[in-house]
C-alpha cells in the first residue's frame, strides 16, 4: 500500500486548507484511514481519524475546525482544515491501519502505512 499526501502550504491564521490522501495498491477490506501530525522534538499527534465503519474522530484541539472526509470508491481520505492557527503548524501525515480487536486509532503505532508528510504553514 501506498499513500500519498497533498495539499499543505502557506495559509495566513483564519484561513483554510484541504488535504488529500490517495491510497494506492492492496487497499481492498476494511481499514481506518487519519491524519496525524508532527512538529520538531515532538511525537506524532493524532488530528483526525475515519475508522473503516464510518465513525469520525477529532482531537480536540481541532474539534469544530477540521472535518475529515473519505471516498473509498477512490480511496482517498481528505483533512478541510478552517480558522487555521499558527499552534496547527506541522508536517501532517495521513496513516493507513488494519483493524484489529487492540487497534487504538488515536496511536501512531497502531498504524501500518504512512504518507510522506505534507507541511503546514500558518503565518500569524
Known amino acids: ?54 465513525r469520525t474522530d477529532y482531537a480536540d484541539s481541532v474539534k469544530g475546525r477540521f472535518t475529515i472526509s473519505r471516498d473509498n470508491a477512490e480511496n482517498t481520505v481528505h483533512l478541510r482544515m ?16 488494519i483493524p484489529s480487536y487492540s487497534f487504538n486509532v488515536y496511536n501512531f503505532r497502531s498504524y501500518d502505512y504512512w504518507g510522506q508528510g505534507t507541511l503546514v504553514t500558518v503565518s500569524s
Not at 478552517?82 to 491501519?97: F, I, R
Open 1 to 54: 500500500v501506498q499513500l500519498q499526501a497533498s495539499g499543505g502550504g502557506l495559509v495566513q491564521a483564519g484561513g483554510s486548507l484541504r488535504l488529500s490522501c490517495a491510497a494506492s495498491g492492496r487497499t481492498a477490506g476494511a481499514y481506518h484511514m487519519a491524519w496525524f501530525r508532527q512538529t520538531p522534538g515532538k511525537e506524532r499527534e493524532f488530528v483526525a481519524s475515519s475508522w473503516s465503519g464510518g
Open 82 to 97: 478552517n480558522s487555521l492557527k499558527p499552534e496547527d503548524m506541522a508536517v501532517y501525515y495521513c496513516a493507513l491501519g
